[in-house]
């Protein structure tokens, strides 16, 4: 996943010269992706095969109705059925299999990973945040989602986080549809358009002290008390926004919360060798999405004992 998020990020003299597109050639670009693309798909194939494999042996043994179906079986089922009124292919399940993959799990796992930094960074929100997840725990080791409900700090953090850290800081690259006039810039249809996220969750015109990682910015009586990521305000667009944003964004929120939730109980953190937090490379690496260029290295001391 860590390559295709390479490769989607990666720019390509091809996308933008098409004459040019030989150098992919040259420079190992195609045949990387060539490689990505086997990996994966034969991943894909054998998802695939298991749970056709599944559904012949419940079949067999006389299976129930109320079988829990997953997401693949599912999209086996449309793919047998026909239902959409359109023809869907093998081709077509495995696509949106992987949209799902690549959309969902990297982007919430380096959620977790950003918030982590900002949090070792900074000792005195890490001891807030864990005082009011600690105290809603009340000694309890596994949260639930219905133990998050009223931790307000933890989510102003994780909103702080992806403000600072969009995991896709450019969104996904979208093409006008038609002609517009932007503010005086004429834009002609089909043209590729890349949204700056992360420059707009740091524009000093829309944020108090915009590089400063600030949780309660986002609490009550903070700055941008009322300022949310479903969409409909445009200086906080981590999901995109309109018909064709993140489809994922209440799942995912569930998600890094609860992650995030159950570290921040269970565990004491630091950095290993008593490294000074002022030191940690905050640096992203190259990809669609915004991983962390070097790995967080952390100590957990258990909390409960
Ligand atoms: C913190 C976690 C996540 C972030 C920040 C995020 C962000 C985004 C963004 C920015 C887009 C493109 C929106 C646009 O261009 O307007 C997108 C699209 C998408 N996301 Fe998420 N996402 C997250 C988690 C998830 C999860 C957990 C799922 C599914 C389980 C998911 C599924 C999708 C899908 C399928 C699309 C493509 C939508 C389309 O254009 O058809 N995402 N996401």
Redesign the pocket.
């Known amino acids: 996943m860590k390559e295709l998020s390479f490769l989607l990020g990666v720019p390509n003299i091809g996308d933008l010269i098409p004459s040019l597109a030989w150098v992919n050639y040259l420079n190992g670009l195609n045949a990387r992706l060539e490689k990505n693309f086997n990996e994966i798909d034969a991943f894909l194939d054998e998802v695939i095969e298991e749970h056709i494999e599944k559904k012949k042996m419940i079949d067999d043994n006389g299976g129930h109705e109320n079988e829990e179906e997953d997401f693949v079986d599912v999209m086996l089922r449309i793919e047998k059925d026909c239902t959409l009124g359109f023809p869907f292919a093998r081709d077509s399940t495995k696509a949106?299999i992987l949209?799902?993959f690549a959309?969902?799990?990297d982007?919430?796992s380096?959620?977790v990973d950003w918030a982590m930094s900002e949090l070792l960074r900074e000792p005195e929100i890490m001891e807030d945040v864990q005082k009011e997840v600690r105290a809603i725990a009340q000694g309890k080791l596994v949260l639930k989602d219905c133990d998050i409900e009223e931790m307000h700090y933890l989510k102003a953090v994780i909103k702080e986080t992806?403000r600072l850290h969009?995991?896709?800081p450019l969104?996904?690259?979208?093409e006008s549809m038609e002609y517009i006039n932007l503010k005086g810039y004429d834009i002609p249809a089909k043209t590729r358009v890349m949204?700056n996220?992360y420059a707009i969750a740091r524009d000093p015109m829309s944020w108090e002290e915009p590089e400063k990682f600030w949780p309660k910015r986002f609490l009550q009586g903070g700055s941008s008390a009322s300022v949310d990521?479903k969409?409909c305000d445009f200086q906080f667009?981590?999901?995109?926004?309109?018909t064709?944003?993140?489809?994922?964004?209440t799942?995912?929120?569930s998600?890094?919360e609860l992650a995030l939730a159950n570290l921040l109980n269970r565990f004491d953190w630091s950095l290993p060798n008593g490294m000074d937090a002022r030191y940690l490379n905050m640096e992203e690496g190259a990809g669609i999405t915004a991983y962390r260029k070097s790995e967080l290295l952390v100590i957990a001391k258990p909390h409960y004992i």
């Open positions: 949106i949209d799902m959309a969902g799990t982007t919430s380096v959620s992806i969009p995991p896709l969104l996904v690259p979208r949204i996220a990521f969409g667009i981590p999901f995109g926004a309109g064709r944003g993140c489809p994922g964004m799942f995912a929120m998600v890094v």
